[in-house]
């Protein structure tokens, strides 16, 4: 209403006018001061909960109530009343044919706010406005239809032509037939390559690799945020331009981060803006370039929007994870956390089975028995059973074959290492959450450094770290960025490492004793990998909570240079993973 008024009496300042479920009127209910009022004031964070779902009717949105109650939170009941009462007195009905510039208007059909009669008259009363209806929309239509509503603005602000329209709801959108290759010419293939661990980067260059070894003519740019932009190019792969433009996913990961701590389902659940943004930049790209193949690797933003989204596929798609299932840390049914969890499993499976056009490849790296066999949750499917139906299993995926790095003396000289040492390497991965476990483990080699006058400690801190600011000892070297970090796992006589599923992979791999501390509350550390490890039998799994320096110390003296009892992890994985996405070439 504020918005008509303005561009009706200063129409010089406006060049576009973009109404999303817009409303000319709001009237007060006849009890409002009697009934309406007292209850905002007696249970206002129940009332912002109940608007949050009359604001949003499309399915799987938890986010967006959250979102509601969390904004609302952020004033008072009484200037809530009072901002209504003003909104009463305000009617632009009537100012609507005086409109003069070019009129956008968005409005959902199932909006229980504002209803969608209404918007379609403000369009018609505007002269020239276009309406574009989301069928089955909701009031929040920016939070839900992201991509959509960003485009629309975009191209409306740009003087293209934006036609009257009616987008299907979700449920019914489907992909478009895709067009045939052309086998002339060369193969192009665009790989998106989560930032959130450094593992996911190693893995995709080694499969991209296998992958130009059946079709030489394939060429790959990866999408890939700081620190993996960094190994890409450390690497002598091509970086797309546009990585540029990718916010950083690894920041508010550690805005979660507390004394070796982070809890990922929540992590993930906050970084809704971060995702948005980055599909965003991904979909100016497919909508500028053509290629053949896209791949994602736990590119959970893209996944969903694509699934929410299923027309603007262009190419052939490839999902790839070692993950399935969100896990609470907490088994209370009506916490937050196990609500959120919920909520994501029973997302990721509707999408899958509204839109199995979406995907033409899921891959789990990994084997079928690496995924647990439990329920998502309270009347969702069996996880295991569930991927059995809808993904392939390659086994796991190395970047390298651990088999070149039997001699352990040849790779410990080429890396610098002295004959006779005792080579202890403590890694952190690429955020910054593993500082304090580095600090632990400088404490604890002190401690018995005297005890072993052959080793010496190698900390790596990561790009995220300053080796700087981490205990000092004469035979504790520091190291931040380490291209070919896995050299180091195989050469090592022990690690210490947290509990990343590909360190800990490398390490079992390379059969180099390992210690290692799951980061407290985070669902995939503390059971997915856990899970894996087990069912190998490989490292030892300690609590950082229970474990002070002098604990660890005694562990190092314990493990240090003792055999490998596990069974050897099976290889060939990063080859079957390359044959079945290169098919799709």
Not at 109 to 120: F, L, Q
Not at 234 to 246: C, D, K, N, Y
Not at 456 to 468: F, K, N, Q, Y
Request: glycine share 8%; with cysteine; charged share 25%.
């Amino acid at each position: 209403m504020l918005t008509v008024r303005y561009a009706v009496e200063h129409p010089e300042q406006i060049s576009h006018l973009i109404l999303i479920s817009p409303q000319c009127a709001q009237p007060l209910p006849a009890d409002f001061e009697t009934r309406f009022a007292p209850r905002i004031r007696a249970d206002f964070e129940g009332h912002l909960r109940a608007l949050g779902r009359a604001t949003v009717s499309e399915p799987h949105s938890l986010k967006a109530v959250e979102d509601t109650v969390a904004y609302g939170l952020g004033t008072t009941p009484e200037l809530v009343i009072e901002s209504l009462r003003g909104l009463a007195q305000e009617n632009t009905h009537d100012l609507l044919a005086r409109v003069s510039s070019p009129t956008l208007v968005l409005h959902g059909t199932r909006d229980k706010i504002v209803r969608y009669a209404h918007g379609r008259e403000i369009a018609e009363s505007i002269p020239g406005a276009r309406l574009v209806t989301f069928e089955g929309g909701g009031h929040t239509l920016p939070g839900r239809e992201v991509p959509k509503v960003n485009r629309l603005i975009r191209d409306f602000a740009l003087g293209r032509d934006v036609e009257a329209q009616t987008f299907a709801p979700t449920t019914e959108r489907k992909a478009p037939p895709l067009p045939r290759p052309n086998r002339s010419a060369q193969r192009r293939i665009l790989w998106l390559s989560s930032a959130i661990g450094l593992g996911h980067i190693e893995r995709d260059i080694a499969i991209a690799r296998k992958i130009r070894e059946i079709h030489p003519d394939a060429t790959v740019d990866f999408l890939a945020g700081e620190p993996t932009r960094r190994v890409v190019e450390s690497m002598g792969e091509r970086v797309h331009p546009a990585t540029e433009l990718l916010l950083d996913e690894t920041h508010p990961l550690e805005d979660f981060a507390q004394t070796h701590e982070l809890n990922a389902s929540n992590a993930l659940w906050s970084m809704d803006e971060v995702f948005a943004a980055n599909f965003m930049t991904f979909a100016d790209v497919i909508e500028r370039e053509r290629y053949d193949l896209w791949v994602s690797d736990e590119g959970w933003g893209l996944d969903y929007y694509l699934h929410e989204n299923p027309e603007l596929k262009r190419a052939p798609y490839v999902f790839l994870t070692d993950c399935i299932g969100y896990l609470p840390m907490c088994e209370d049914p009506g916490s937050t956390e196990f609500l959120r969890c919920w909520e994501k499993n029973a997302e990721n499976i509707d999408h899958l089975r509204l839109h199995p056009d979406v995907r033409d490849l899921s891959v789990l790296v990994g084997d079928e028995e690496d995924v647990l066999d439990r329920p998502f949750g309270p009347d969702l499917p069996n996880m295991r059973a569930w991927a059995r139906e809808h993904f392939r299993f390659p086994g796991y995926t190395y970047s390298f074959d651990p088999a070149a790095y039997r001699d352990r003396q040849a790779l410990r000289r080429r890396l610098g290492y002295r004959d006779g040492e005792r080579v202890i390497l403590a890694s952190a991965g690429g955020t910054r959450v593993g500082e304090n476990l580095l600090r632990k483990c400088a404490e604890a080699f002190g401690r018995v450094a005297d005890q072993i006058p052959e080793a010496r400690m190698v900390l790596v801190t990561g790009p995220r770290l300053d080796p700087g600011d981490l205990p000092r000892h004469p035979r504790i070297e520091h190291r931040a960025f380490v291209p070919r970090l896995f050299e180091h796992h195989a050469a090592a006589d022990l690690a210490i490492v947290q509990g990343g599923l590909a360190t800990t992979m490398e390490l079992a791999a390379f059969r180099t004793p390992f210690v290692y501390f799951p980061l407290r509350n985070h669902f995939e550390q503390q059971i997915h990998v856990v899970h894996r490890l087990e069912r190998l039998g490989a490292g030892v799994r300690m609590d950082y909570d229970r474990t002070d320096a002098k604990e660890l110390g005694a562990a190092i003296l314990g493990h240090l240079g003792q055999p490998a009892l596990w069974r050897e992890p099976p290889t060939g994985g990063t080859e079957r993973a390359a044959q079945m996405i290169a098919a799709l070439l």
